[in-house]
């Protein structure tokens, strides 16, 4: 079992949709999540970073973690064409440095 | 904003060819990494370093790597007799501090690799 799992997609909604996007992880050691996002051949870009079980909002994004379930949401509300990417989940253990990362989903918001 | 910024952004090496990938990392973060994407792959940790030193790296960075910080401000990853399969992007990335306290890593645009 692979230890981040992310749908690669391509997720195609129009302009305006909700858009979900989901991870689910093996490992329960897993304490802080991070969503990224990365345009063709550029470097991931920080969404949002959640450390705790809940929602938590920041403009038109929301993340969602359930530790329970061993799975994490990017909800994206009012998508945009500008929104088109790759999205990646990652994740970390506090006694380790490096990040997990799911393989991406790629997002197209057509208008 | 500050940003993270590597050079080159693409190179050409024949096989066997030592490889130097150049960083500037955010000037006043205190962690830095590489991280790597072969194509059609997930990103993937090779090392981090701090103070001076390395602070955890993975199984894929074995003998061939090495990273340094010469000076207050570059980094670089030496990859030292590169193999096809070395072939990926490479990113840089910095952090105020290690990601555990809740600090966000900041990744470059990548540096894109071709080994012939």
């Known amino acids: 079992q692979k230890e981040v799992e992310q749908d690669p997609g391509p997720l195609s909604v129009p302009e305006g949709a909700i858009v979900s996007l989901n991870c689910t992880y093996s490992?329960?050691?897993?304490?802080?999540f991070m969503w990224y996002r990365q345009y063709s051949r550029k470097g991931p870009e920080l969404l949002m970073y959640?450390?705790?079980?809940g929602n938590k909002e920041d403009g038109r994004f929301t993340a969602q973690v359930d530790k329970s379930s061993k799975y994490i949401s990017l909800f994206i509300r009012d998508s945009q064409p500008s929104d088109s990417a790759t999205y990646l989940c990652?994740?970390?253990?506090?006694?380790?440095?490096?990040?997990?990362f799911g393989t991406g989903t790629r997002l197209q918001v057509f208008p | 904003e500050p940003e993270v910024t590597q050079t080159p952004s693409h190179q050409v090496t024949q096989m066997g060819q030592e490889v130097i990938l150049r960083c500037v990392p955010i000037?006043?973060?205190?962690?830095f990494y590489w991280y790597r994407q072969i194509l059609g792959q997930k990103v993937e940790f090779l090392v981090s370093?701090?103070?001076?030193?390395?602070?955890?790296k993975s199984e894929i960075f074995d003998d061939q790597f090495s990273v340094e910080r010469p000076d207050g401000s570059n980094f670089t990853l030496k990859i030292r007799s590169t193999k096809l399969e070395d072939s990926a992007m490479y990113f840089c990335?910095?952090?105020?501090?290690?990601?555990?306290?809740?600090?966000?890593?900041?990744f470059g645009e990548g540096s894109w690799l071709t080994v012939v």
């Open positions: 490992n329960s050691a897993f304490q802080y």
């Open positions: 959640t450390y705790s079980s």
């Open positions: 000037s006043n973060h205190l962690y």
């Open positions: 990652a994740m970390g253990v506090y006694n380790t440095d490096k990040l997990i």
């Open positions: 990335a910095s952090s105020p501090d290690r990601p555990r306290s809740g600090n966000t890593i900041y």
């Open positions: 370093f701090y103070n001076n030193e390395i602070s955890e």
